[in-house]
């Protein structure tokens, strides 16, 4: 008796997934698009960690697969883990790391009176990390940039008259912030005083009046001498 008839085994390769390597330094609130690439049929379910913990499986059609994240403030490590199709588990590779900078911020404020070309010191405060790039202005002019890692930070001046200080501008690295405040130095105008001069003759026992005039700004302290 003759027998005949076939039977067909199809063989489905194995994908592969391989997460596209790299290192972004970002400031907080941005994106970061991370490309998968695969290799085998058009259909995968993959599944990546994020410093570690897996995160929910996501069916995609390939040749590659674009995953949108947002990662937060500090260091985070994405990884593929698994890649299966057709019910067969493959290869996945490749990790990618997001390094994001917390925005900075800025705050003046101070109100001296101080006299006329006498010292005043005003902090800046921060928040983020160092170091801090800002900008101030002196009566609206905007100043050369300064770097400092420390926070506060004082700027100290000799004023002649009165002066506004503020923030123009604040930044770690390339990510921008939020600046705040106002700082006025109000400087007093001078004070004179003048002993008006005279030549009394007087008995012992007798009185006089000495003329004192002052310019400038009430009230006054002063002190004068006798002989």
């Known amino acids: 008796q003759d027998v005949t008839g076939s039977f067909d085994v199809t063989v489905i390769p194995l994908p592969t997934a391989t997460l596209v390597a790299g290192t972004d330094n970002l400031c907080a609130g941005d994106d970061l698009d991370l490309q998968i690439d695969f290799n085998g049929t058009d259909d995968y379910i993959f599944i990546y960690t994020i410093n570690g913990v897996a995160q929910p499986s996501i069916n995609a059609t390939g040749p590659s697969y674009t995953l949108n994240v947002s990662p937060p403030v500090g260091t985070t490590t994405y990884a593929l883990t698994s890649v299966t199709s057709n019910g067969c588990t493959g290869t996945a590779s490749g990790t990618h790391v997001a390094n994001v900078t917390a925005l900075p911020t800025a705050f003046i404020n101070g109100n001296p009176v101080i006299c006329s070309g ?12 160092a170091p801090w790039a800002f900008v101030y202005s002196i009566d609206g002019i905007d100043q050369p940039e300064i770097i400092t890692n420390s926070s ?14 503020e923030l123009v501008s604040v930044a770690t690295g390339n990510c921008p912030g939020m600046v705040s405040g106002i700082a006025i130095i109000t400087v007093q105008p001078g004070v ?5 001069s005279g030549n009394n003759a007087i008995c012992v026992g007798q009185s006089d009046t000495l003329n ?3 310019a400038g700004g009430a009230p006054y302290t002063f002190t004068y001498t006798v002989n």
């Open 192 to 196: 004179t005083g003048v002993l008006a």
């Open 118 to 129: 006498q010292n005043a010191t005003i902090p800046i405060t921060f928040t983020g990390s």
């Open 152 to 165: 506060p930070y004082f700027i100290t001046t000799t004023y002649n008259a009165t002066t506004t200080l």
């Open 212 to 214: 004192f005039s002052f």
